[in-house]
């Protein structure tokens, strides 16, 4: 019967990609990342009801229950980090193509020029900087970049955090 849990974090995920999947096709304002928490949250929720509905027919005490839900959020939390980075895999996928490349022509080796042309620096970061300004992240005052929300600072603190942690670095 605990096994049967087990289906209110993998129903959680589902309505969490298939929010993702519905609302990128919508075009709405929201930018990339406010719309990855939407979906989170909307996964969250419907984990949490299931969670709810089941637990209720245990005859176990309140703690217990209390034990088993937050346990299976956490489980819906690592799946859908999960599918957050499954999502945001394209920022390495040039890397990798960049690595495909190389592989391909080897032995002989790219010419610097070729590599450069072909994946400008200059070219990529003001890509990046027009989509983190589309999305509502940052904004251009004066000449400098500004963020507009302290969500973005404090994700990134709490990803500074987790590799100090785990990398002791």
Do not use: W
């Amino acid at each position: 019967m605990a096994t049967l849990l087990l289906l209110a974090p993998a129903l959680g995920l589902l309505a969490n990609v298939v929010t993702q999947m519905a609302l990128s096709r919508l075009n709405l304002s929201l930018g990339p990342v406010r719309l990855q928490f939407v979906s989170f949250a909307l996964g969250a929720l419907v984990a949490l009801l299931l969670l709810a509905g089941m637990l209720s027919e245990f005859r176990i005490g309140g703690a217990d229950k209390a034990g088993y839900l937050i346990e299976h959020l956490l489980i819906y939390a690592c799946f859908g980090f999960c599918f957050f980075n499954v999502i945001s895999a394209n920022v390495s996928s040039l890397r990798v193509r960049i690595v495909k490349e190389l592989l391909a022509q080897d032995p002989a080796p790219m010419a610097d020029a070729a590599l450069q042309a072909r994946y400008s620096a200059r070219e990529m970061l003001l890509a990046r900087l027009a989509r983190l300004e589309a999305g509502g992240q940052i904004e251009n005052r004066g000449g400098r970049y500004y963020l507009r929300k302290r969500g973005i600072a404090m994700i990134g603190g709490l990803f500074d955090a987790l590799r100090r942690l785990l990398l002791k670095a």
